[in-house]
């Protein structure tokens, strides 16, 4: 079994910054993909950036400059570092990666259980 366990959320004010960390647990040949999303209320839970296993990274726009995806292969481990926070950054926080157990396996996908980012402005 595969367990994310994220990190590092909190508060902080309008312009300060935070870094949130995922690490992959359990039975695992290789990760693929690893991601963040997020989840404010009353809207839908979005992309913020993922990142591959080669180091590729997507964003946001709404993130683009002010936020920055990375990993650590060695300790299956995803981080987003979060500068220039603003109110509307607001939510929570959500990793996800792409997990293969064996060899001849397919990815599944798995999700972390949260951690709330409150941004005050």
């Known amino acids: 079994q595969v367990r994310l366990v994220e990190s590092g959320g909190g508060l902080v004010q309008a312009g300060g910054f935070l870094r949130v960390s995922c690490a992959a647990s359990?039975?695992?040949?290789?990760?693929?993909?690893m991601g963040w999303y997020r989840e404010a209320p009353g809207k839908q839970r979005e992309l913020v950036a993922d990142i591959t296993s080669g180091g590729s990274t997507n964003y946001a726009d709404s993130v683009k400059g002010r936020f920055t995806i990375s990993r650590d292969n060695a300790k299956n481990t995803v981080y987003l570092q979060m500068n220039s926070l603003k109110p509307e950054d607001t939510a929570v926080y959500y990793c996800?990666?792409?997990?293969?157990?064996?060899?001849?396996?397919?990815?599944?996908?798995?999700w972390g259980q949260g951690t709330q980012v409150t941004v005050s402005s």
């Open positions: 359990g039975i695992i040949f290789r990760i693929n993909r």
């Open positions: 996800n990666a792409e997990i293969k157990i064996r060899y001849y396996g397919d990815y599944v996908v798995s």
